[in-house]
């Protein structure tokens, strides 16, 4: 069962780590983004810096960065990628009670960082839920996806 478009299979259909060894080192980056829906009242601590284990966003920000770091770790077939640039945003959004984080994620290597990114966000994410959960347990963390891809063979993607 080959697919062409299923480059973790060998021709056995069976799982593989794709070769990138003869891949062209580029520029490539990466942006992702998602959302932590809360409570007004967990809003309300984390803006006054009053949850006990510190502040949220700060503290989300570096597990995001830290995230990114170890990806190769986290993701079975994800590559080795020497990262030369790592960030996050979060953003409180009082209007629609969630919290928007942003990651934005370079390198020069033979292989993307989308999954850098995605990580990324996915991490921060978790990281401000556990900071909140004695507060709100109901928060949601959602609408993880992959904005821009640049840079490799593929080119650029744009997220409608």
Do not use: W
């Not at 942006?31 to 949220?56: D, H, M, Q």
Request: hydrophobic fraction near 40%.
């Amino acid at each position: 069962m080959k697919n062409s478009r299923l480059t973790h299979l060998d021709k056995d259909g069976k799982t593989k780590m794709v070769d990138v060894g003869d891949k062209k080192i580029t520029s490539r980056e990466a942006v992702a983004s998602g959302t932590v829906k809360v409570s007004p009242e967990v809003i309300k601590l984390i803006v006054e810096n009053k949850i006990g284990k510190g502040n949220v966003l700060e503290i989300a920000k570096i597990a995001g960065i830290m995230a990114a770091k170890k990806t190769k770790e986290l993701i079975p077939l994800c590559h080795q990628i020497n990262l030369t640039h790592i960030g996050l945003e979060l953003e409180i959004d009082k209007l629609n009670k969630k919290i928007n984080i942003q990651s934005f994620v370079k390198t020069k290597d033979r292989t993307g960082v989308e999954m850098e990114a995605l990580t990324a966000v996915a991490v921060a994410g978790l990281t401000i839920y556990d900071m909140c959960k004695a507060v709100d347990k109901s928060m949601e963390i959602g609408e993880i996806s992959l904005l821009v891809k640049k840079g490799g063979k593929s080119g650029t993607y744009v997220r409608k």
